[in-house]
């Protein structure tokens, strides 16, 4: 007997969770940069109106 | 503060490239060029993915994490810690892969989904080892009870990993012995095979690597982050 409904569903399984968890990557790291980026942002701005600076 | 986090490169692409390429070349030895097992028929063509999934990843997964715990303990650097919880996050999922397949290829061959073999046991302890330090993992806020923990996951893993691989040689057990069978002789006569097997022991293996520096890079952004969310509250 064949069997190849078994042999669909062993490699289904393994390329389906290996596309949902490279996806789940990028999304994460595509999360991390927007949030670099925006504290990147907030740290120059506070940077500028720390106590130490000159007022304009 | 830390340097921003690198961006990839030529040598990243390159590399892409090459798993991209072993992974076609794996899938199409694995369905148009191997022949059918004479026993089993073509459910037989399950084993090259579910050895690729404990040889290629889980074993090495396990290495990385147990050797990157301990310099980590050594050193206290930080880039240690981050591909062990790497390595141990891919382990958790390619060991659970290799469950899942090795339970589908059972159901035809042995008529069940599962049975309490010595190699099945000690795979399933493995994946609870994995599962049980990364569920501690982000549960424990404590960095010097956190280290203790990977080191104490990280040994009893590798030696599991031991066991694993050698139950089916030291206990009696139903699971194949494929690479090299229990009478010391190649598990897949035909060359044709053996050839299938190694290119795809070769792709998940490359696979391993590369998703292992995509996993690290993602560790490096949050630490990024982390360090960044300190110095403004700092400021």
Same mark, same amino acid.
């Given at each position: 007997? $064949?069997?190849? %409904?078994?042999?669909?569903?062993?490699?289904?399984?393994?390329?389906?969770?290996?596309?949902?968890?490279? /996806?789940?990557?990028?999304? /994460?790291?595509?999360?991390?940069?927007?949030?670099? %980026?925006?504290l990147?942002?907030?740290?120059?701005?506070? %940077?500028?109106?720390s106590? %130490?600076?000159? $007022?304009? | 503060?830390?340097?921003?986090?690198?961006?990839?490169?030529?040598?990243?692409?390159?590399?892409?490239?090459?798993?991209l390429?072993?992974?076609? #070349?794996?899938?199409?030895?694995?369905?148009?060029?191997?022949?059918?097992?004479?026993?089993?028929?073509?459910?037989?063509?399950?084993?090259?993915?579910?050895?690729? !999934?404990?040889?290629?990843?889980?074993?090495?997964?396990? #290495?990385?994490?147990?050797?990157?715990? !301990?310099?980590?303990?050594?050193?206290?650097?930080?880039?240690?810690d981050?591909? *062990?919880?790497a390595?141990?996050?891919l382990?958790?999922?390619?060991?659970?892969?290799?469950?899942?397949? *090795?339970?589908?290829?059972?159901?035809?061959?042995?008529?069940?989904?599962?049975?309490? +073999?010595?190699?099945?046991?000690? =795979?399933?302890?493995? @994946?609870?080892?994995?599962?049980?330090?990364?569920?501690?993992?982000?549960?424990?806020?404590?960095? +010097?009870?956190?280290?203790?923990?990977?080191?104490?996951?990280?040994? =009893?893993?590798?030696?599991?990993?031991?066991?694993?691989?050698?139950a089916?040689? @030291?206990?009696?057990?139903?699971?194949?012995?494929?690479?090299?069978?229990?009478?010391?002789?190649? *598990?897949?006569?035909?060359?044709? !095979?053996?050839?299938?097997?190694?290119?795809?022991?070769?792709?998940?293996?490359?696979?391993?690597?590369?998703l !292992?520096r995509?996993?690290?890079?993602?560790?490096?952004?949050?630490?990024?982050?982390?360090?960044?969310?300190?110095?403004?509250?700092?400021?």
């Amino acid at each position: 007997m $064949p069997h190849f %409904g078994f042999l669909f569903a062993a490699y289904t399984l393994v390329w389906v969770a290996l596309f949902l968890y490279l /996806r789940s990557l990028a999304s /994460r790291n595509r999360d991390l940069e927007r949030q670099l %980026g925006e504290l990147r942002e907030l740290l120059e701005r506070s %940077g500028r109106v720390s106590p %130490g600076d000159e $007022p304009r | 503060m830390s340097k921003p986090s690198e961006q990839p490169g030529l040598p990243n692409a390159l590399f892409e490239v090459a798993t991209l390429l072993a992974m076609l #070349a794996a899938i199409g030895a694995i369905f148009l060029y191997v022949p059918d097992d004479a026993l089993q028929g073509p459910v037989q063509r399950i084993f090259y993915v579910h050895l690729a !999934m404990w040889l290629s990843t889980t074993y090495p997964a396990f #290495a990385v994490f147990g050797v990157a715990s !301990m310099l980590y303990l050594w050193t206290r650097e930080p880039q240690w810690d981050r591909l *062990g919880h790497a390595a141990a996050e891919l382990g958790l999922l390619f060991c659970t892969l290799g469950l899942a397949t *090795g339970s589908i290829w059972a159901k035809p061959a042995w008529n069940v989904w599962w049975t309490w +073999d010595a190699r099945l046991t000690f =795979s399933m302890i493995l @994946w609870m080892i994995y599962a049980a330090y990364l569920l501690l993992r982000t549960l424990v806020q404590n960095e +010097d009870l956190a280290r203790l923990l990977s080191a104490i996951f990280s040994a =009893s893993g590798l030696a599991v990993s031991y066991l694993t691989y050698k139950a089916v040689y @030291w206990w009696r057990s139903i699971h194949p012995a494929v690479i090299v069978t229990r009478e010391g002789s190649s *598990g897949l006569p035909d060359p044709r !095979m053996q050839i299938t097997l190694v290119v795809t022991l070769i792709a998940f293996f490359l696979l391993f690597l590369w998703l !292992m520096r995509v996993r690290v890079h993602t560790a490096r952004l949050q630490e990024e982050a982390e360090e960044l969310r300190a110095t403004i509250v700092r400021a």
